[in-house]
């Protein structure tokens, strides 16, 4: 299929099958995915690229990010991660670019005693699920990483988490999904009535929430970027995640000698950089790896992920519009989902049949019938109330 103009279809063209609310690395992915099997996909975006993925670390991590509490979301992160491989090179061969994706592993460090025993409590649990988590002590971690500090406790490898960078990802999808025939129509969409196609799909981040009414709320993260001195590659390889007196902080290298340092959670919704964390950020970070106190800090900046009640994503159906899908509450997760939040809101297009995996991230988890004593959500029109 030959790719399309990126200007807006004229009145006379053909209903679009697919309207993709959304020019993040979801919706991109989406649009690739329906475009590559004879969709007719229009994806609208004022801003393509500028929302959260813009200031993501790119950490594709389901066993690190495997939490208390959340089985079902880490199935569905370990189900995408082990999409990713396929998913990186199909992305390359449609588009020859490069997108940072790299294999290495992560290392899970604590710096104290007090931050390795909360981490250990972490590890048990990662381990008690199945998950490819070996403890390493402190000399067998410099072994693999020389730079990392000699007061570091104790830590452990997850080989299976690795990274791609969100900076090369999101021109990538924008590529291969216009050279799929995808239309990129640059205009914002304020309504649900704004959109004429088939089948809409939501994948607008924390903007769902006012097109849909779903409970998709803003989290701040600050994060850092930092680049190794006359140009060399970072002094380590694997991505570092840990604690470093108290304070969680990861460190992302790049081969072009960017390390990106993150980041905060923050209940809010002002995307203002503060000295405050920029302050703590370093501090986990130099303590963990001291040779980045030579580094330049080039850039800090702050973004909004899209967050939900239970922190899993909401994908499918809104309730009473099987034409409107939600792609969206990723929260800190947006990147290592990409590939099966795709293929699964793919197939739902195509089929009109949710697959089993979306069953715990259906839309109408959050509708709770009145006769049940709680609140009532419905629909009406192009809103909820």
């Known amino acids: 299929m030959t790719g399309r103009s990126e200007s807006a279809p004229s009145s006379d063209r053909v209903r679009p099958d697919v309207a993709v609310v959304g020019a993040g690395p979801i919706g991109l992915a989406i649009a690739w995915r329906?475009?590559?099997?004879?969709?007719?996909?229009?994806?609208?975006?004022?801003?393509?690229?500028?929302?959260?993925?813009?200031?993501?670390?790119?950490?594709?991590?389901?066993?690190?990010?495997?939490?208390?509490?959340?089985?079902?979301?880490?199935?569905?992160?370990?189900?995408?991660?082990?999409?990713?491989?396929?998913?990186?090179?199909?992305?390359?061969?449609?588009?020859?670019?490069?997108?940072?994706?790299?294999?290495?592993?992560?290392?899970?460090?604590?710096?104290?005693g007090d931050d390795l025993a909360e981490a250990g409590r972490l590890w048990a649990y990662q381990q008690g699920l199945g998950l490819p988590v070996t403890l390493?002590?402190?000399?067998?971690?410099?072994?693999?990483?020389?730079?990392l500090a000699p007061r570091v406790?104790?830590?452990?490898?997850?080989?299976?988490?690795?990274?791609?960078?969100?900076?090369?990802?999101?021109?990538?999808?924008?590529?291969?999904?216009?050279?799929?025939?995808?239309?990129?129509?640059?205009?914002?969409?304020?309504?649900?009535?704004?959109?004429?196609?088939?089948?809409?799909?939501?994948?607008a981040g924390c903007g769902a929430a006012a097109l849909t009414g779903l409970p998709v709320r803003p989290v701040k993260g600050q994060i850092l970027r930092l680049r190794a001195p006359d140009g060399v590659?970072?002094?380590?390889?694997?991505?570092?995640?840990?604690?470093?007196?108290?304070?969680?902080?990861?460190?992302?290298?790049?081969?072009?000698?960017?390390?990106?340092?993150?980041?905060?959670?923050?209940?809010?919704?002002?995307?203002?950089?503060t000295a405050g964390a920029v302050q703590r950020l370093l501090r986990a970070g130099v303590d963990l790896l001291p040779e980045l106190a030579e580094y330049d800090l080039v850039e800090a900046v702050a973004g909004l992920r899209p967050g939900t009640p239970d922190n899993?994503?909401?994908?499918?159906?809104?309730?009473?519009?099987?034409?409107?899908?939600?792609?969206?509450?990723?929260?800190?997760?947006?990147?290592v989902l990409t590939p099966i939040t795709a293929d699964l809101i793919t197939d739902l297009v195509l089929t009109g049949v949710p697959d089993p995996l979306l069953a715990p991230f259906l839309p109408d988890r959050f509708v709770v019938a009145a006769d049940s004593g709680g609140p009532e959500t419905t629909m009406e029109g192009d809103r909820w109330s």
């Open 233 to 273: 590659a970072p002094g380590f390889r694997h991505v570092i995640r840990g604690y470093a007196d108290g304070e969680p902080v990861y460190l992302v290298p790049r081969a072009d000698g960017e390390v990106v340092l993150g980041a905060t959670v923050e209940e809010r919704s002002d995307t203002t950089v």
């Open 136 to 147: 390493l002590r402190p000399t067998e971690l410099r072994d693999r990483e020389p730079a």
């Open 34 to 112: 329906c475009a590559a099997r004879g969709l007719r996909v229009v994806v609208h975006d004022p801003a393509p690229g500028s929302g959260a993925s813009a200031v993501a670390a790119g950490m594709l991590a389901p066993v690190a990010e495997a939490y208390f509490g959340e089985r079902q979301l880490t199935e569905l992160l370990l189900a995408s991660a082990a999409r990713w491989p396929t998913f990186a090179a199909e992305l390359t061969e449609a588009t020859g670019a490069d997108i940072g994706y790299r294999t290495e592993g992560t290392l899970l460090v604590g710096l104290t």
């Open 153 to 203: 406790r104790g830590g452990a490898l997850a080989p299976t988490d690795h990274q791609v960078d969100p900076r090369l990802l999101l021109p990538a999808l924008r590529t291969a999904a216009q050279r799929a025939g995808a239309v990129l129509v640059p205009q914002a969409v304020r309504l649900l009535s704004d959109v004429d196609a088939r089948v809409t799909v939501v994948a």
């Open 312 to 335: 899993a994503p909401i994908l499918g159906p809104l309730p009473g519009r099987p034409d409107v899908l939600a792609a969206t509450g990723h929260h800190r997760h947006g990147i």
